[in-house]
């Protein structure tokens, strides 16, 4: 069974940063893709970056690309997600997801929510403007 814990969140300035972490359980943490959705309130859940198996490839959405940075260290098992430069339109929970397949070739970057089967119970960023 694996289970996701986010951490991290909370109330920033804007032009502030905060760093998200995301704890994982389970086997063959570097063996998935990982990534991170962010949902504010009334909008659909919306992808924000994710990062390979083997965190040689990582993708941004273009609302986050050059603020936002992911990472992960597969000995501890934990995803983190650095943001820079914040802005209100950022206020969200973010969650962080397990990719559903083996990445294989340890180059995958998933960014529909569908290829994704676990997620964590989110944290709340704000962001005051």
């Known amino acids: 069974q694996v289970q996701l814990v986010e951490s991290g969140g909370g109330l920033v300035q804007a032009g502030g940063s905060l760093r998200l972490s995301c704890a994982a359980s389970?086997?063959?943490?570097?063996?998935?893709?990982m990534g991170w959705f962010r949902q504010a309130p009334g909008k659909e859940r919306e992808f924000v970056a994710a990062i390979a198996g083997s965190a040689l490839r990582t993708y941004y959405a273009d609302s986050v690309k050059g603020r936002f940075t992911i990472s992960r260290d597969n000995a501890k098992k934990t995803v983190y997600l650095q943001m820079n430069s914040l802005k209100p339109e950022d206020t969200a929970v973010y969650y962080c997801?397990?990719?559903?397949?083996?990445?294989?070739?340890?180059?995958?970057?998933?960014?529909?929510?569908?290829?994704?089967?676990?997620w964590g119970q989110g944290t709340q960023v704000t962001v005051s403007s």
């Open positions: 389970g086997r063959f943490f570097s063996s998935y893709a």
């Open positions: 997801a397990r990719a559903r397949t083996y990445d294989t070739d340890m180059d995958s970057t998933p960014r529909l929510s569908g290829e994704y089967d676990y």
